[in-house]
């Protein structure tokens, strides 16, 4: 819309002097008061309809260049009204939404903001009241579905997109030095384990290899126990796990870890027997001892695949390949569409001196290209440089390809969702969206522990819906009983829940309290101590360590925070009952009952129910009570007053309105 001109190129809109008119509260000129009337239009003659006002959507930032354009001004005129507002600016000033709405307002024009519509991988996706994810899982496996993980997501959102079939993504799980990263190295042909301190993984990595022509993607999680919560985001992303157990050592406490981890996640466990070189093996022991644990060898008649294999000396690794590949066809979800915009998880991010950003991703679907804008977490960049796991630069990753990448403006966190975006402007958006929603610029999708007493306040609320414990014993003796009395605590017919995410025999330890950072559990101590490294990470990280010695303690404990999660039942208690004597019609107020209250006391901030012939024709608010022409609060039995009840009129003469209120039943 062009201005209208002064002389001298003044755009019209402010109230200046010299100056016939004034500008109204819609932005247009109107006549000062004082000012000869206006004609009214003549008879026979046809008024023209008015014309709509234009409404300009402007961008949160913007050039006083390009605002002019936008207005179809000068930019001098826009300078002019810029200055005029005390705001000294040049052509190529940048201007934040505020300002400059206020400058296309003085141009007669008004502004809305610009809308982004951004669709994202994140958007929330109703889940049906059951605690299993979307992936399928062994019959036997139990899991905990917290929040969909991104794979999840996809499953559900893509639906029959999802046509291409993908590389496994496999996940090396097991206790420390049994073999993990050596047995990597094999597959991979190639020396890593030499380059790691100490001989023990310290960090994730991802490679791929090849088998029969096809791609199998690897990724190495720490076994140490300070990596627990690494290890246990590794099993989220993953399609199938390959529990590395030793023939000469057997189950250890984060073997027994790894299985929660990988059960937890719903996926397979594919078990790779070590060290059968060893003279010391025992393989049969071994299996004894899985099967004991729930992975019971399918040449014992279980369903768990058990490979022999030696790291050393390279023996078995074509058994263990194929047996993953044949767990993986297995799978409905190892599928992917290469069609569409990449998406993935953030492995591992660092800031290079030389290089900036960068970070490690997985892309879990679609096609990553040099040059798309990207979000991960709350960081937002573009594609500089893509690397693949042997460090060569690429142009192009497509499913469960693992890629470094440059070009952001920060480092994400690991485990961090990692998406594509049309430009760089919806992913900044997003980014600051993300960033405002958890208070700073990292990953939103963190968990933080709670504590027991913080479980019971939020199920109060409706917000928790199921309890994670970590429980530890001091003895076998004393371990299985506990678990199965917790088990059997059973309140609300299964509306709400606990899940025992890991159980074990000793004091707590940092391993545990590292479970729980990663879970958001509570830990449970019965007899049990806690060793001082722990209790010292469990303060820092906020996590509940519950220490107890008497059973039924505990188990009082647990049920009232369950039973804090159970939906509250509401009873209704009536305070007082009115009839209507007489109803007026007061205009721009409605119709208001005229009663008398025959018992208890009508109060206005209650709810009241209209009943008529024993039954109720309505039920809401009380808008207004009145006693004579005088607002109250309330009024008691035997008085007369006027009572409106929101967003009904039909009021006739002997209905009876209830008072009430709605209180939480007590608890037994």
């Avoid at 004609?39 to 023209?48: F, I, L, M, Q």
């Avoid at 949160?60 to 002019?80: E, K």
């Avoid at 099967?291 to 695949?305: I, N, R, S, Y």
């Avoid at 159980?503 to 309290?513: K, L, M, R």
Wanted: with cysteine.
């Amino acid at each position: 819309m062009a201005p209208n001109s002064r002389s001298g190129g003044r755009p019209s809109g402010g109230n200046r002097s010299g100056g016939s008119g004034a500008r109204g509260p819609s932005g247009q000129f109107q006549r000062r008061s004082g000012g000869p009337p206006t004609a009214g239009p003549r008879p026979g003659v046809a008024v023209a309809a008015p014309v709509a006002k234009k409404v300009l959507e402007l961008p949160d930032s913007t050039t006083v260049r390009d605002l002019a354009l936008l207005l179809n001004v000068s930019p001098i005129n826009v300078i002019r009204e810029l200055m005029n507002n005390g705001v000294m600016a040049n052509i190529n000033q940048q201007l934040d939404y505020d300002s400059a709405a206020i400058v296309a307002e003085a141009f007669g024009v008004e502004t809305k903001p610009r809308q982004i519509v951004v669709e994202s991988i994140m958007d929330e996706i109703a889940v049906t009241g059951t605690a299993q994810p979307i992936t399928e899982a062994p019959a036997n496996t139990q899991l905990v579905a917290r929040t969909l993980t991104l794979k999840q997501r996809l499953l559900a959102k893509e639906g029959d997109k999802l046509t291409e079939t993908r590389p496994p993504v496999v996940t090396i799980l097991g206790h420390v030095d049994h073999g993990k990263t050596s047995l990597l190295d094999a597959i991979r042909k190639s020396n890593v384990a030499s380059g790691e301190a100490g001989g023990i993984t310290q960090h994730i990595g991802a490679y791929q290899a090849d088998h029969g022509g096809k791609k199998i993607t690897f990724i190495d999680t720490p076994g140490h126990a300070a990596f627990t919560q690494m290890r246990a985001r590794g099993a989220n992303i993953t399609d199938v796990a390959v529990l590395v157990v030793a023939a000469d050592d057997g189950v250890m406490p984060q073997t027994r870890e790894a299985i929660q981890h990988a059960k937890a996640a719903g996926v397979p466990i594919v078990v790779a027997l070590n060290k059968i070189d060893r003279p010391n093996a025992n393989p049969e022991r071994v299996k004894g001892e899985l099967a004991e644990v729930g992975l019971t060898p399918d040449d014992w008649g279980g369903d768990t695949m058990v490979v022999p294999v030696s790291a050393r000396n390279r023996t078995g690794i074509d058994d263990l390949l194929e047996g993953i590949l044949l767990t993986a066809d297995s799978l409905d979800s190892v599928r992917a569409n290469s069609a569409t915009t990449a998406v993935g998880t953030v492995l591992e991010a660092e800031l290079d001196k030389n290089k900036g950003a960068m970070a490690t991703v997985l892309i879990q679907n679609g096609t990553l290209n040099l040059g798309d804008a990207f979000v991960a977490g709350g960081v937002y960049g573009k594609v500089r440089a893509m690397f693949d796991f042997r460090g060569h630069r690429i142009k192009q990753a497509r499913p469960s390809m693992p890629v470094s990448i440059l070009g952001m403006q920060d480092v994400p966190s690991a485990g961090d969702i990692f998406e594509v975006f049309a430009d760089e402007r919806a992913a900044k958006v997003i980014a600051e969206q993300r960033g405002s929603a958890s208070g700073k610029g990292a990953s939103v999708s963190q968990n933080r522990t709670m504590t027991l007493d913080e479980y019971f306040a939020k199920a109060k609320q409706g917000q928790a819906k199921r309890l994670l414990l970590i429980v530890k014993a001091d003895n076998q003796g004393s371990l299985p009983p506990l678990v199965d009395s917790l088990n059997g605590l059973n309140v609300g017919d299964g509306e709400v829940s606990l899940q025992i995410i890991y159980q074990g025999i000793g004091q707590v330890t940092e391993s545990e309290v590292n479970t729980a950072i990663a879970s958001g559990a509570v830990i449970l101590a019965f007899e049990a101590g806690v060793d001082g490294v722990a209790r010292k990470k469990a303060e820092e990280n906020k996590v509940d360590i519950r220490e107890y010695n008497i059973i039924y303690k505990l188990l009082e404990d647990v049920e009232k925070a369950l039973k804090g999660m159970l939906p509250k039942k509401m009873i209704r208690r009536v305070t007082g009952t009115a009839e209507v004597k007489q109803i007026f019609k007061i205009s721009k107020i409605g119709a208001i009952a005229g009663s008398i209250v025959r018992t208890g006391v009508a109060a206005r901030n209650s709810k009241a129910s209209v009943m008529r012939a024993g039954e109720s024709v309505f039920d809401g608010h009380v808008a207004n009570l009145k006693r004579l022409t005088e607002d109250a609060k309330e009024v008691r039995t035997g008085l007369e007053c006027g009572v409106q009840i929101a967003d009904f009129t039909e009021y006739k003469g002997g209905d009876i309105i209830e008072f009430y209120v709605e209180e939480e039943e007590a608890s037994e």
